[in-house]
């Protein structure tokens, strides 16, 4: 069974660092366009970050620009996000997804057809 298995969550002072790790399992998605979601509690689950299967073509949401980072290690088949200068506002649970292509947009979740179960991020003040 294909799964996507995020690691590195956990609980940081605002303007602290965690870095999420991805990694798939049953299958390698090295060729696919991966992403970052989050979920605030009582919020819908909100685009973070994406990276096309070639590295060098990545997107990231507003608010987080100039704090995070995605990054792609194909040959070990991993997905990371750096992010720095954490806020209280980014406590969600980030989930990692594969897109099923580059031609789907990197913003809308319907285009993203594996998914991990997710890791807390929680930002105290």
């Known amino acids: 069974q294909v799964q996507l298995v995020e690691s590195g969550g956990g609980l940081v002072q605002a303007g602290g660092s965690l870095r999420l790790s991805c990694a798939p399992s049953?299958?390698?998605?090295?060729?696919?366009?991966m992403g970052w979601f989050r979920q605030a509690t009582g919020k819908e689950r909100e685009f973070v970050a994406s990276?096309?299967?070639?590295?060098?073509?990545?997107n990231l949401t507003d608010s987080v620009k100039g704090r995070f980072t995605i990054s792609r290690d194909n040959a070990k088949n991993t997905v990371s996000l750096q992010m720095n200068s954490l806020k209280p506002e980014d406590t969600a649970v980030y989930y990692c997804?594969?897109?099923?292509?580059?031609?789907?947009?990197?913003?809308?979740?319907?285009?993203?057809?594996?998914w991990g179960r997710g890791t807390q991020v929680t930002v105290s003040s």
């Open positions: 997804a594969a897109r099923r292509s580059d031609s789907e947009s990197a913003y809308d979740a319907n285009s993203y057809d594996y």
């Open positions: 049953g299958r390698t998605f090295s060729s696919r366009p």
């Open positions: 990276i096309g299967w070639i590295a060098r073509y990545a």
